[in-house]
């Protein structure tokens, strides 16, 4: 089973892959900036594995860069609450 399969899943691999950056002295601003890279690579060439993930993908695609940004620094900021 993929981490994508499962949002909880990947929501738990996002936040085990943040706190290691940060250990690493990796920025918040640099944290969020690779969000936004992964975000764009996943809604332009990963099918989305559920329901979250499709919503996630088509908002993505509606917004500007600038949304884009401020939907993965939300991102960010939703899996460092786990």
């Known amino acids: 089973m993929s981490?994508?399969?499962n949002f909880?899943?990947?929501?738990?691999?996002?936040?085990n892959r943040l706190e290691q950056a940060k250990s690493e002295g990796m920025?918040?601003?640099?944290?969020?900036?690779v969000a936004y890279e992964?975000?764009?690579?996943?809604?332009k060439t990963v099918d989305a594995k559920?329901?979250?993930q499709a919503m996630l993908r088509e908002?993505?695609?509606a917004a500007s860069e600038e949304e884009q940004k401020s939907i993965a620094n939300a991102m960010v900021k939703l899996v460092?609450?786990?």
Do not use: C, H, P
Not at 38 to 43: E, F, H, P, S, V
């Open 38 to 43: 992964i975000g764009d690579y996943l809604a």
């Open 3 to 5: 981490v994508l399969d």
């Open 8 to 15: 909880e899943s990947w929501k738990g691999f996002l936040s």
């Open 59 to 61: 908002l993505w695609n």
């Open 27 to 33: 920025t918040e601003e640099t944290v969020t900036n």
């Open 50 to 52: 559920n329901d979250e």
């Open 80 to 82: 460092q609450r786990q």
